[in-house]
């Protein structure tokens, strides 16, 4: 069997819809996540001084409305974003319902975010500059990291969290 010497300019291709099933995938299963927490332990519950599943799950809600500013170099500030802002969803179903209408929004406005973009440099939230894929990526990784933290903290409090592998 013939294997692959990767090279400098050697290229791996993902199409842009592969890349939006896969962090549409990713956020199902997130919602999934946020949907098996506990209501009374949602805003109050910690880990070893982590923040609540609240207000990481906030912080991932603010990454995914982030994408008028992937599409479109629209950014919300820093003080404009659900977890430091004073706009804070109040109870896990308002979490959900927005996380539904970000979920919307990235299809929608997907189209707009073209190769040409991505490869933009842009300044996220006023503050982060970089390529606009990079923030992409980030955005992936953010939320990634922080459903891990809502599985632990769902085995935590006795709640068999859903299949990690089960995106659909």
Do not use: C
């Not at 332990?41 to 603010?62: K, Q």
């Amino acid at each position: 069997m013939e294997t692959l010497q990767l090279t400098e300019t050697t290229s791996a291709h993902i199409t842009p819809d592969q890349l939006l099933q896969y962090w549409q995938g990713n956020r199902r299963l997130t919602r999934r996540v946020i949907a098996a927490f506990p209501d009374e332990h949602f805003a109050t519950f910690s880990i070893g001084g982590m923040r609540s599943f609240a207000d990481i799950t906030l912080e991932m809600l603010d990454m995914a409305e982030g994408m008028p500013g992937l599409a479109h170099g629209v950014w919300k500030t820093m003080e404009e974003l659900a977890h430091v802002g004073e706009e804070r969803p109040k109870t896990k179903a308002e979490i959900l319902q927005r996380w539904d209408a970000a979920t919307r929004q990235i299809d929608e406005l997907w189209p707009a975010l073209t190769p040409e973009r991505m490869q933009q440099v842009d300044k996220a939230f006023g503050m982060y500059e970089g390529p606009v894929y990079s923030t992409l990526l980030y955005f992936i990784d953010n939320e990634i990291h922080h459903r891990g933290q809502g599985y632990v903290y769902l085995r935590a409090l006795g709640v068999e969290p859903p299949p990690f592998w089960d995106r659909h």
